[in-house]
C-alpha cells in the first residue's frame, strides 16, 4: 500500500511540472548575456521563441552576440566602417547607373540590442510564432512523460523540444542579440525614388514592391556588379532587401569607382 501511495504522490508531484518551470531550469544552465536578455523578453511564448534560437547558435553565440554601447562607440571611426560604408557606396553607384532616377537607402546605424528587444516584443509574426510555439510545447509537456523539471534529464528533454521546434510562421526577426545588424555584418537596402520610398523592409510588401515590380533583381543585379562582398538575400523568411556583409579579407574594398561617392 505504502508503495502504491508513493507512487501516486510522485505522479501527482510531476504533472505540477509546467512549461514556464521547465524553462526556469533550462535557463539557469544559458549565457548570462541570454538569461539578461530574456528577462526582458515579454510573455512565456516569446521566450521560449528566442531560447529556441539561443539554442540552435549556441556554438556561434560568441560571434553573433550584438556590440555593447562601448563597441558601437569604438566602430563609429573605425576601418571596419570605413569598409562597410565604401561597399555600400559602390552598390548604390551601380544601382543608380542601372535605374535612373533612382537610388538606394541604408540606415547605417548600428542596431542596439536594446531596439532588437522592443521589435521582438512588439512584432506582430513573432507574437503568433510565439503564442503557436507555446501552445505545441504545452501540449508536448503534459503528453510525454518527462523527467522532472529540476533534473539533467528533465532540462535535457526540454532542449531536444526546443531545439526540435519548427516555428509557424517562419519568425521574421533574429531573436534579441543574434541580429547581425548589432553587429553590422548585415544591411537592409531600400529603393527610393527621390524622397519616395519604392521597395521597403515590410515583409507584406514583398510579393507586389519586390517581385512582381522587379526591383529584387535589379538590386541582385546592382550587389553582384558591385562586388563588394555582399551575400544575398537572405532566403528564409523571404528579405529580397536583407544582405549578409562577408567581404574576403583580401579584397581591396577602400576605394570607390569614378563618380562614384559617399552618401
Request: with cysteine; glycine share 6%; net charge neutral.
Amino acid at each position: 500500500m505504502a508503495s502504491v501511495l508513493g507512487l501516486a504522490f510522485a505522479t501527482a508531484s510531476h504533472a505540477r511540472d509546467t512549461v514556464e518551470e521547465y524553462l526556469a531550469a533550462l535557463r539557469a544552465g544559458l549565457d548570462s548575456r541570454v538569461v539578461e536578455t530574456l528577462g526582458a523578453i515579454d510573455r512565456t511564448g516569446r521566450q521560449l521563441l528566442a531560447v529556441r534560437a539561443y539554442l540552435r547558435h549556441e556554438a556561434q553565440l560568441e560571434q553573433r552576440w550584438s556590440w555593447n554601447d562601448a563597441q558601437i562607440a569604438a566602430y563609429a571611426n573605425s576601418p571596419e566602417k570605413q569598409r562597410l560604408d565604401t561597399a555600400i557606396a559602390r552598390v548604390r553607384c551601380s544601382f543608380e547607373r542601372g535605374n535612373p532616377g533612382h537610388t538606394l537607402f541604408v540606415n547605417e546605424t548600428v542596431r542596439s540590442l536594446d531596439q532588437q528587444i522592443e521589435k521582438w516584443n512588439r512584432s506582430e509574426t513573432i507574437k503568433r510564432a510565439a503564442d503557436h510555439m507555446l501552445e505545441t510545447i504545452r501540449a508536448e509537456v503534459a503528453s510525454q512523460s518527462l523527467p522532472r523539471a529540476r533534473s539533467p534529464e528533465g532540462v535535457a528533454a526540454f532542449r531536444n523540444l526546443l531545439v526540435t521546434f519548427k516555428p509557424d510562421p517562419t519568425p521574421t526577426l533574429a531573436a534579441p542579440g543574434l541580429s547581425l545588424h548589432g553587429r553590422m555584418q548585415a544591411v537592409d537596402f531600400q529603393v527610393m525614388a527621390g524622397t519616395r520610398l519604392v521597395a521597403g523592409t515590410e515583409v507584406s510588401s514583398v510579393a507586389e514592391n519586390w517581385e512582381a515590380s522587379g526591383w529584387k533583381g535589379k538590386l541582385q543585379a546592382a550587389v553582384g556588379d558591385a562586388n563588394a562582398g555582399f551575400v544575398g538575400p537572405l532566403k528564409n523568411p523571404n528579405e529580397p532587401w536583407h544582405y549578409d556583409f562577408r567581404p574576403d579579407p583580401g579584397a581591396e574594398l577602400t576605394a570607390l569607382p569614378s563618380g562614384c561617392a559617399l552618401h
